[in-house]
């Protein structure tokens, strides 16, 4: 009795011990599955590539400073009519504000004297030489009311320079848009006083059909930027929009303040989605110098706390236990893998169930 009963140990303890390398050692054999589910499973391969790293910036939306213009007031005077608002879009040549002015009073009146000295000159000019043809003025004299006549005609085309440039009429200066865009700055209202001589731009225009993105870098972070180095942006207002774009320019130059370097994304913007001042979070993938097999993270299936491929080779699909270095976006870098196999990418889950199970 007592051996009957050590063999009926023995034969459970087998018995429990082959049940448990069943759950831990999937089988491999796909025999059971049919050709055609196989021969149409999506596959990708792994590969080798350099690990790569995410670096994580805060930045802003800002305009583009090659596509934006400041506009200031070429005189002195009064608002009278405002034409815009904050936000509006104008085109090239369009009215922004027009002022009442001293001073374009001024050039006015100036133009108009010297448009009469000009012809007073010229007919004086001419009644002296018609003098000195008839020998009853001297050489000299006609030569001086020519210099005369000179100097008026200097005279008239300086101020008509003066209010080529100013644009100004009567009293009236007009302040125009020199560019399509948006007005993204408004400094005066409809009674506001202006100076010529005021270093504040009345209006800043932006063309946003593109835009910077601005990006603070810490000095920790700093050695691994690089110009050419692929980002992606995303915003507060819609985080889960994604836009790609490339540093295209890094400011050499500490912020003593925030103790941050400032690098350049430019980007397209279409719809005008992206707005100055909105806050960004970047996302740099960097490159290093460690090789790794990679392949979709989508592949990979999460068993018992192990990681697992299903394998394609021929027309067989196997299970392989994985070491899974890093997970960066949609890329896994693993172990475990040869260079070239193929890994399933669709139905991997109900594969690797089937494979285990039967």
């Known amino acids: 009795m007592k051996a009957f009963i050590l063999c009926l140990l023995i034969v459970l303890n087998v018995f429990f011990i082959s049940c448990g390398n069943h759950q831990q050692e999937p089988l491999k054999d796909s025999s059971t599955l049919s050709d055609s589910l196989i021969k149409n499973v ?3 391969p792994v590969v080798s590539e350099n690990i790569s790293d995410v670096i994580k910036l805060n930045g802003k939306i800002e305009a583009d400073e090659n596509k934006q213009a400041k506009v200031f007031s070429l005189v002195s005077g009064r608002i009278t009519s405002l034409k815009v608002e904050l936000g509006d879009y104008v085109h090239k040549g369009q009215v922004l504000a027009v002022l009442k002015s001293t001073e374009v009073a001024g050039f006015t009146n100036d133009l108009s004297m010297a448009e009469s000295n000009v012809t007073l000159a010229k007919k004086v000019m001419e009644t002296n030489k018609d003098l000195y043809d008839g020998k009853l003025v001297t050489e000299q004299d006609y030569l001086n009311a020519k210099i005369s006549y000179n100097k008026a005609l200097s005279e008239l085309n300086r101020v008509k320079e003066v209010t080529s440039i100013t644009g100004g009429k009567s009293s ?3 302040i125009t848009a020199p560019l399509s865009g948006f007005i993204i700055e408004k400094n005066i209202t409809n009674t506001s006083e202006v100076r010529s001589d005021n270093n504040t731009n009345l209006f800043a225009i932006a063309d946003l059909s593109g ?5 603070n870098v810490y000095e920790a972070d700093m050695d691994n930027i690089h110009l050419g180095d692929l980002v992606k942006v995303n915003t507060l207002t819609n985080a889960s929009k ?5 540093i295209d320019k890094i400011y050499n130059v500490l912020d003593p303040a925030t103790r941050t370097m400032k690098v350049r ?4 913007n279409p719809g005008i989605v992206l707005k100055p001042e909105m806050f960004a979070t970047i996302t740099v993938n960097v490159k290093g110098n460690d090789e790794k097999l990679v392949i979709p993270s989508q592949a990979i299936i999460m068993d018992n706390s192990k990681n697992y491929v299903v394998v394609k080779k021929d027309n067989t699909l196997t299970v392989h236990e994985i070491n899974l270095i890093k997970r960066i976006d949609n ?3 693993v172990s475990g893998l040869l260079g070239g196999e193929q890994v399933v990418t669709s139905s991997q889950v109900f594969l690797y169930q089937a494979l285990i199970t039967k």
Do not use: F, L, P
């Open 331 to 333: 890329k896994a870098y």
């Open 242 to 246: 994604e836009y790609s774009g490339k």
């Open 42 to 44: 999506q596959t990708a």
């Open 172 to 174: 009236t200066y007009t």
């Open 211 to 215: 835009v910077w993105v601005m990006a």
């Open 265 to 268: 994304i430019s980007m397209n």
